[in-house]
């Protein structure tokens, strides 16, 4: 089977017909574009080279998409060569999109599960190639077996670098951008350039992660309770922990495309860090709810409860090392280790721990604000005040403590809501101006 | 497809695409159990081998739209919205109006308007109908490229020029004015062929496009001027030894009288007027002398100026003075019409029935004014003269005025919404024809694949069953027209083909064919069907035809920024995109997913000083009218221009020829209407 991508820069002029032809082909929704065609310099600056990146899947040879899916739906076919989703075990949790720096896997509405290129499998069982190589009007996209020498370069600028192995030659062009007469002096028009005009719209948003900004925030907390519970007296409630447990359950579930297939997310543990995560999480319920009506007398069964939910957290963090962050600081303020740790002191009132873990909150808060303010990117003050307001207030009302957590939950809610506006998929960079800053990989 | 074909099994016919484009592909389309399955390339076509463009693709998608209009409509009582009627009652209403009318006023009070929609040698079905009707009155010049034609003819004798894939050889290639990578992308391939062999490219563009990215120089002149920077590359050629002199001195009538304006003029004059600095006239200068064979490529936007027939006479003589023509990889192209071999089925047109009497870039002034007798009925058919011609505002004035209006076509377009009766029209899968094309010089056949969905029926049907209701009998012996059936169709076209023996349909259907007596190199022979046998750079006919200088001149346009009397300060570009074919395609949603909203282009310079950011609201606008939409930054184009794709529909808020005026240009009833001047302003939300 032809599974690598050949394309000459020099040849493709960006004229979309092997999107066209991708569409009519696999019969896809109008929308529904599997391979896309991006552009390297958009804005056309003067004195830079301007391309198309004609990009599919690339049926990688260390594919991200399979490494980081929960469910194994996404998997290498090994004797082909093909990067496979299978739509009977995909849950569309869509995880494959945020790990997929080259936005491959696109997210099919109507069927609730992940699509991507299939390299036309069909076609190619009839001896013909995939339609987006076979239909190209001038010849810049082919596929072939990888076995021919190709005079190219597996790297160019504006196409995402990873260890992923793409399965993708371009052979570079020849002449990268012509003499132009229009502006004597290129600088003055480079001068208004801004970058971020031409940027493209973040792919990952608090309008449709809430339920997931809502789910870890729950979870950090309800670990916290659970925790607190067996350094210091604190009383749990067992149907309010249930009650929220069963929640964040259903919070988590809210985003996938096929709830039905949620039974297949943990089958992943080995490499999936969210695989991960659910395991742990139903672990972390399982023995905490155990240990609340059953057992509240082992230390044992409190310590694995306590345990597991701090391992999920910290699995829970794990997931976003594949986004793209807008600050270039390691640790996030509404991490949910962190903010678990912090609110186990809130909920056990122990000031030094409370101040302490406080603290590093704070440190690495008040950073990545200045960062945004010194870049010039939006530091989104009014929230920023709310969320130091309501701490401070907290601390200073530590003599009611129920109000005292309540602001101390209100502003961790804030930060975690601006966590999600802080990340972005590595795909949406592709062609882009701006490298990537700091993937967490 | 029960009287031709059996097709209980999956068939493959071959094709061809006969949209307005110079690339008129070859096609094979797969068809199962009377449905079009599959289109792809026929690689039998030399200039179009590799694939079809992304509007070919979804072909497909065209023909199967639920937007399409499959049956006659009618428009409510009250005006708002159409009705289904049925074609007993449609072609009754239109069969009542135009006796009516040809009693009242004449026929003449008919107006029958076309476009460029879909070609094919049966588009001469409605003239046949109203020649027999009486006549009526019919439009002359064109949209789209006439003065380049004219002064292409004018000086060479003819249109024609060397194969798509003899670019190959050129070493030096100039695309002036032209953006194959968007409205001819198999050219593409030749131009890499030959940059691979080390070939330079320039192009002469304001923009900078996908087509001048691995150019080796990009003259971005101020719009309208290219008449002026092409006299002074001339001069350079002159003044620095670069002009083929024993070709000049035997092929070219008027080389002194030419060699002394293009002296006269001088490079500083040219450095100022077209905004391009000499460094750059002389590169390409340079180019012209020492890279041989040379070929100059025109584009069609740069002949829509009221000074453009003059422009591409100035534009030729580069080619010709540096002994370009007639050899392998060199010339001039502008229209290669080797394939047009076939004439009016009978007599042309009795001049007297017939009133040529709206200029095509007129339309909506000229429609009004007409008298004696005035108009009162408009038939519209492959065309969209709302959004297309210049003067929108104008043109829905004029087909607003009148008592009634026919309007045959696939969509609800601009145009259709105006109509009181719209009859459905076919696709290029519902009826066979044969096309030709102004590129590559191949005839083919546009087989018909499957039959017409729902009550569509074909134009040709269309006007029979009119004339039997208006009972108008046949006017010449031989049949002007064929029968409704697909057999009588085929025979009608194989008769057409008589002419050219070995050229027949049976032929055609295994693939294109190259015309008869088709050259691989134009003019090789140095045979030029002008007056004078020779390339005339001096014209008497120029002059006597058009009023025109006998030499190729520059005059500013008549809409210019450089005028004193300017309205405005910028300059409308209004080029074609990869997207559509002028009004065409752009509705079905396989397309705009990938464009879903107009846009206008401007430099930063130009946007700054109107305090307009990337994507902020603006309103382009001038006298005649004004549209809102994005703003975009692009920061290679010349300031002073600003771009928008036409063919937008009105209610997608893009139809730029609200702005444009109805003005002609300097030779062959062009249309000018790219001498557009307007403002843009921030729009606040």
Known sequence: MKTRFIVDLNRCTGCQACTVACMVENRLAPGLGLRKVHTFNEPHLPGAARYSLSLSCLHCEAPACVAHCPSKACFRDEATGRVVIDPDRCMGCRYCEWACAYGAPVFDEAAGVMTKCTLCAHLQEEGSDPACAAQCPTNALQVDDGSRAVPGTDQVEGFPETANKPSIVFIPVRRDRPDCTAMADGNAIKKRFRASDFASLPRISLSTEWPLALFTLAAAILCAWIVAAQLAPVRVHAGLFLFSGIGCLALSALHLGRKQKAIHSGANLKSSWLSREIVLFSAFLGFSFLWLIAFRESVILGWIASISGLACLFSMDRIYDITVKKSPFPLHSAGVFLTSLFLTAVFTAGPVAVLAFGSVKLVLYMGRKGYFWRTGQNARLLPSALRLGFAFAAVALSGRPDLALALFIASEAIDRCEFYMEQDMQSSFIGGWEEPRCPGS | ?685
Not at chain 2, 329 to 349: I, V
Not at chain 2, 409 to 436: G, W
């Open chain 2, 1 to 685: 497809m029960q009287s031709l074909f059996e097709v209980d099994e999956m068939r493959v016919y071959v094709t061809a695409c006969p949209r307005n484009c110079y690339s008129t592909c070859s096609i094979r389309v797969h068809v199962e159990e009377g449905r079009i399955h599959k289109i792809e390339p026929h690689p039998g076509n030399r200039a179009t081998p590799d694939g079809l463009c992304l509007k070919g693709l979804s072909l497909i998608e065209r023909a199967l739209s639920p937007d399409r209009i499959v049956f006659p409509l009618r428009r409510k009582r009250g005006g708002a919205g159409f009705q289904r009627i049925s074609w007993d009652e449609a072609l009754g209403r239109v069969a009542d109006t135009l006796k009516r009318l040809d009693e009242q006023h004449g026929p003449k009070s008919v107006l029958y308007y076309t476009g460029s929609g879909t070609k094919g040698l049966l588009n001469q079905a409605g003239l046949q109908f109203f020649k027999r009707f009486g006549g009526c009155t019919v439009t002359f010049g064109d949209l789209c490229w006439p003065s380049g034609l004219e002064a292409t003819r004018l000086t060479l004798g003819e249109n024609k020029h060397n194969a798509p894939w003899d670019l190959v050889h050129a070493r030096l290639i100039v695309l002036w004015g032209k953006n194959p990578a968007e409205t001819n992308i198999h050219q593409m391939t030749f131009i890499d062929e030959a940059l691979k062999n080390g070939a330079r490219l320039v192009v002469v563009d304001p923009r900078r496009t996908p087509s001048s990215e691995r150019a080796d120089l990009l003259i971005q002149p101020r719009p309208g001027t290219d008449a002026a920077l092409a006299l002074a590359i001339a001069h350079l050629l002159i003044k620095e030894n670069g002009v083929d002199s024993s070709f000049v001195e035997k092929q070219i009538l008027g080389y002194p009288e030419f060699r002394d304006r293009a002296l006269a003029f001088s490079l500083d004059e040219a450095e100022r007027i077209c905004d391009v600095p000499l460094s750059a006239m002389q590169k390409l200068a340079g180019y012209f002398r020492d890279l041989r064979p040379a070929t100059l490529c025109a584009g069609f936007g740069m002949q829509r100026y009221t000074n453009s027939g003059q422009t591409v006479r100035a534009l030729i003589a580069l080619p010709a003075i540096t002994g370009n023509i007639g050899i392998q990889g060199g010339g001039w192209q502008f229209a290669n019409l080797q394939s047009y071999l076939f004439g009016p089925a009978s007599d042309d047109p009795d001049t007297d029935a017939f009133r040529a009497g709206v200029s095509v870039a007129r339309l909506g002034t000229d429609m009004p004014a007409l008298d004696d007798p005035p108009l009162k009925m408009i038939w519209v058919e492959r065309a969209n003269p709302v959004t297309q011609n210049p003067e929108t505002g104008k043109v829905l004035d004029a087909i607003r005025a009148l008592d009634f209006r026919v309007v045959v076509d696939q969509f609800m377009t601009d145009t259709a919404r105006e109509a009181d009766i719209i009859l459905p029209a076919k696709t290029m899968f519902e009826q066979s024809d044969l096309i030709n094309a102004y590129w590559h010089p191949y005839i083919q056949f546009k087989q018909k694949v499957v039959d017409p969905p729902e009550e569509v029926k074909p134009e040709t049907e269309i006007f029979a069953l009119l004339a039997e209701r208006l009972g108008l009998k046949p006017c010449d012996a031989g049949a002007a027209m064929p029968g409704a059936s697909d057999r009588e169709v085929e025979a009608w076209l194989e008769e057409r083909l008589a002419p050219f023996p070995g050229l027949t349909l049976d032929l055609l259907k295994s693939g294109p064919q190259i015309a008869p007596g088709h050259e691989e190199v134009a003019f090789s022979d140095l045979h030029f069907p002008t007056p004078s046998g020779k390339i005339e750079l001096l014209s008497s006919e120029a002059e006597k035809r058009w009023g025109v200088d006998r030499l190729p001149s520059f005059k500013e346009p008549v809409e210019s920024a450089a005028r004193k009397d300017a309205r405005y300060p910028l300059y409308l570009m209004t080029p074609n995109s990869k997207d559509r074919i002028h009004s065409q395609y752009n509705n079905l949603p396989m397309i705009r997913s990938l464009n879903p909203r107009p846009y206008v282009q401007m430099s930063p310079l130009d946007a700054e000083k109107r305090g307009i950011s990337h994507r902020d609201k603006v309103a382009i606008f001038n006298d005649r009218g004004r549209i809102q939409m994005e703003a975009r930054l692009d920061f290679s184009l010349k300031p002073g221009c600003v771009v928008i794709a036409n063919g937008w529909w009105i209610p997608e808020g893009g139809a730029v020829n609200f702005l444009s005026c109805g003005r002609e240009t300097d030779m062959g009833h062009g249309t000018a209407f790219h001498d557009n001047l307007v403002d843009v302003a921030k729009v606040e939300a």
